[in-house]
């Protein structure tokens, strides 16, 4: 059965008002451009969004935060985009931090039906033992900071207690699909999408080149179209770079 819609907007159209959304992409690179701007123009707020980073202040999630639409985020990462730092200091946006390799476990262990499991990462820190601001008020002063969290030993070595995380939808980004959903990432913007695609109620997907069954090599195939419930054909791709640095020609 075929998992095409007709457009972005038509993809994102019943995602509501406070929903939990996954968004694939490191940096820059993977993100799902066209869900997102989709998402931008129909306006939908309160969001609480689960990404490596919130993008820079015009690209990527950035344009969402930058429009009010995000209430919380969950992020290892936050360093480039100046409206985050601005928006987290005065109280417009909860924000919860966590090491990357956790994030990309809590988020597998949420598709592999994995309640919770024990790391090491951040044994002893503020991680473990709480205390990390979340939330500001107007006037900066920390109003919610995070819980400690359970802590166990295993083999004379100590480890932290990390929930698994799932979500209302997902929004992903692929190189290539079929109608069926199946998937196929490319390079490093394989990244946090294939995790993310199995972690979430309802999985979106946007491809470069969408093709029929049977079209796919089946050994290439990086996402299984079980876990995704919409696809659609991306267009008008920036895929933009966060710094880019170069040298001067001899």
Known sequence: MSKVVASAAEAVKDIPEGATILSGGFGLCGNPENLIRAL????????????????????????????????????????ENKNFEKRFLTGLLEVELCP???????????????????????YGTWVSEGGIPMLHDSEGKVIK?????????????????????????????????????NLVFRKTARNFNPVMATAADVTIAEVEIL???GELDPDLVHTPGVFVQRIIKGERYEKPIEKRTVRARA
């Not at 990357?100 to 951040?122: D, K, V």
């Not at 819980?147 to 929004?171: C, H, M, N, S, W």
């Open 211 to 213: 093709v029929e069954p």
């Open 40 to 79: 931008h123009e129909r306006g939908t707020g309160g969001l609480t969004i689960v990404s490596n980073n919130c993008g820079t202040d015009d690209k990527g999630l950035g344009v969402l935060l930058a429009n009010g639409q995000v209430r919380k985020m969950v992020s290892s990462y936050v360093g």
């Open 145 to 181: 900071a995070s819980p400690a969290k359970e802590t166990r030993e295993f083999g004379g070595r100590q480890y932290v207690l990390e929930q698994a995380i799932r979500a209302d939808f997902a929004l992903i980004k692929a190189y290539k699909g079929d109608t069926l959903g």
């Open 100 to 122: 990357q390799g956790t994030l990309a476990e809590r988020l597998r262990a949420g598709g592999a039906g994995i309640p919770a499991f024990y790391t090491p990462t951040g």
